[in-house]
């Protein structure tokens, strides 16, 4: 299937879906569509989101006015919250999920990276996006510091493979590495 021709709100409708029961706050909804952009890049609809460098990593105003819309089609309920940031996103029983037809890597990304952030802390996923994305923290508002998030990816890690997932520690060892020496830095945590 080519994902140029979908819709990209039928991308972030199977976003919202893969959380759930799960409380999935708008934040983790922008982040994980960030994610799915860049993995995806040159793949996605012609429309798809494009992300700013914003106050906490990368940012597209779109994302929240489609999710308004499936909101409005009954397709999503949104929960509001006493601050924007607390909004919570939920799929709903009567939508169109049957008919969206995305590729089977592009579900198992998904569902995958809605699993890697919805236990994660607002600053816990910002740390992790300023990580693998230096290039969003230019405008940041927050205070990033490279080897917690270092540390938290590795606990993260090791959680994962607690919890029966595929990745060993050499495994989690490796893109560790890899992050740091791709920024040109050594680390002792994984040296």
Not at 151 to 154: G, K, P, T, V
Not at 178 to 184: D, L, N, Q, V
């Given at each position: 299937m080519n994902l140029k021709m979908m819709n990209r709100s039928d991308i972030l409708l199977a976003i919202i879906a893969a959380a759930g029961e799960r409380n999935f706050s708008r934040v983790y909804v922008q982040k994980v569509v960030f994610l799915v952009s860049e993995e995806y890049k040159g793949k996605l609809p012609e429309d798809f989101y494009e992300f700013d460098k914003h106050h906490y990593g990368p940012f597209s105003s779109e994302v929240y006015r489609d999710a308004e819309m499936l909101n409005d089609l009954g397709c999503i309920s949104i929960k509001y919250g006493a601050d924007r940031r607390d909004d919570l996103y939920m799929i709903e029983q009567d939508c169109y999920l049957d008919d969206i037809q995305l590729p089977a890597d592009l579900k198992r990304y998904i569902a995958d990276t809605v699993d890697w952030v919805i236990d994660m802390s607002f600053a816990e996923l910002v740390r992790a996006i300023y990580l693998l994305f230096p290039e969003y923290r230019e405008n940041s508002r927050f205070h990033y510091e490279e080897e917690q998030a270092l540390?938290?990816?590795?606990v993260r890690g090791m959680r994962q493979l607690r919890d029966g997932k595929t990745y060993s520690t050499a495994e989690v060892l490796a893109e560790l590495r890899?992050?740091?020496?791709?920024?040109?830095e050594e680390n002792s945590l994984v040296s």
């Open positions: 540390a938290e990816s590795f890899k992050g740091t020496a791709s920024h040109g």
